[in-house]
């Protein structure tokens, strides 16, 4: 597992080794117990943090020379405060386990070597004041630490949230079990950036082939020899994202009326797909069972030489569900089914787009993005360009 690759990088072996008390949680590298001088001269003791930077699933060269401290700003014997190291004092949270209250900055002249470099030059900078009070003042404590190896949902690390220090926020994603009902055009590209992000499971439900056409509406390029093999939908989206996240889970049928059960449970489901009877059932089921969800919906049609169209994004939570059947947001006809003219036009940017509307507003509703407008139904004109929010929270 990566996490142990992290623990026993020499870097970090060699700080233990020494006697810091050093911890690792998630992407970033701790060292409790640094002591220190605060503005009265009293020994405190605080925490010296620095995200890790991991390059072909090993710790590399650290590519930020900023480190983060948890405690009271640290002072000279003198009283005066650490100018050489003072870059930001704002208390945040980096994860929810991980609390901050100054950033620092000391970059020498080529960089840190490694992290055994970075941290020890910033614990010398930070304690020196201390131990000149007092020799016997020290971090390297020996402090026997405990061991736990963290599990993660993916196969390695969020570094790019990590560097964005954005992990508390992507935080509130965790622990969901989330269906994608088709992945088809729109529920392939919906399933692409769930993927990233990490929620417990992803379940995905079709019972169609991956075949050449799907090919020119997905994200990605298969080869010639993968689309020759005729795989579910579901087993070739599988075999692509496992990769990356430990838990899609793959069902190669179709929800019906029958199966509907099958999305008890879930903590959110994205709806991708045309029939307008089933997703009828479905969505009474969802309303039943209190699961909120995201219908998709994209509608285009040849206009003399060119496409017209609309985007639409229907949510769909405790909070409010009424304007689905009173406003009329969701065809239930079947109309592709009807019309042996229907072309049922699917475009690759139109899909991602879809796709990407939906995750926003899912992403929204949990808090991750900050939501002023609470709009529940939105679509997008193609040829004026514009979005219109409508049935917003009452």
Excluded at 284 to 289: A, C, F, P, R, V
Aim: aromatic share 10%; net charge negative; proline share 2%.
């Amino acid at each position: 597992m990566l996490h142990k690759q992290i623990n026993h990088s020499p870097d970090i072996k060699k700080l233990r080794n020494l006697g810091y008390e050093v911890k690792v949680k998630g992407n970033y590298l701790l060292i409790e117990n640094v002591p220190y001088l605060n503005n009265m001269k009293k020994v405190l003791y605080g925490t010296l943090i620095s995200d890790i930077t991991i390059i072909n699933n090993a710790v590399a060269k650290p590519q930020n020379h900023v480190a983060f401290f948890r405690g009271e700003y640290p002072h000279n014997a003198d009283g005066t405060i650490i100018s050489q190291i003072q870059h930001s004092n704002s208390t945040r949270n980096l994860t929810s386990e991980i609390v901050i209250n100054h950033s620092f900055s000391n970059k020498p002249p080529n960089g840190y070597d490694n992290y055994f470099h970075k941290m020890e030059q910033y614990i010398k900078i930070i304690s020196a004041p201390a131990e000149s009070i007092d020799s016997r003042i020290t971090a390297k404590t020996f402090k026997v630490i405990e061991c736990v190896e963290q599990e993660s949902v993916h196969h390695y690390y969020d570094t790019n949230s990590t560097r964005a220090e954005i992990d508390a926020i992507s935080e509130k994603l965790a622990n969901q079990k989330i269906a994608i009902v088709g992945v088809g055009g729109t529920g392939s590209y919906i399933l692409d950036q769930i993927a990233k992000t990490i929620v417990q499971e992803i379940h995905i439900f079709d019972g169609d082939l991956f075949l050449q056409h799907n090919a020119f509406r997905a994200p990605g390029a298969p080869a010639l020899d993968e689309l020759s093999l005729s795989m579910k939908k579901v087993e070739y989206y599988s075999s692509i994202y496992s990769k990356m996240h430990k838990n899609i889970i793959a069902h190669d049928y179709f929800i019906r009326e029958s199966n509907v059960g099958a999305l008890k449970g879930m903590d959110f489901v994205f709806l991708c797909l045309d029939r307008g009877d089933v997703k009828k059932c479905i969505i009474k089921k969802l309303e039943e069972e209190n699961i909120s969800f995201i219908d998709t919906g994209i509608g285009v049609e040849r206009v003399e030489d060119s496409l017209i169209g609309m985007v639409r994004t229907t949510a769909s939570t405790n909070k409010q569900r009424d304007h689905i059947w009173k406003n009329d947001r969701i065809s239930f006809a079947d109309d592709n089914l009807n019309n042996e003219y229907a072309k049922n036009i699917q475009i690759a940017e139109l899909n991602s787009l879809n796709a990407s509307l939906a995750v926003i507003k899912w992403k929204k509703l949990i808090g991750f993005y900050n939501d002023l407008e609470f709009e529940f139904n939105s679509t997008y004109a193609i040829n004026v360009n514009y979005i219109q929010n409508e049935d917003n929270e009452t």
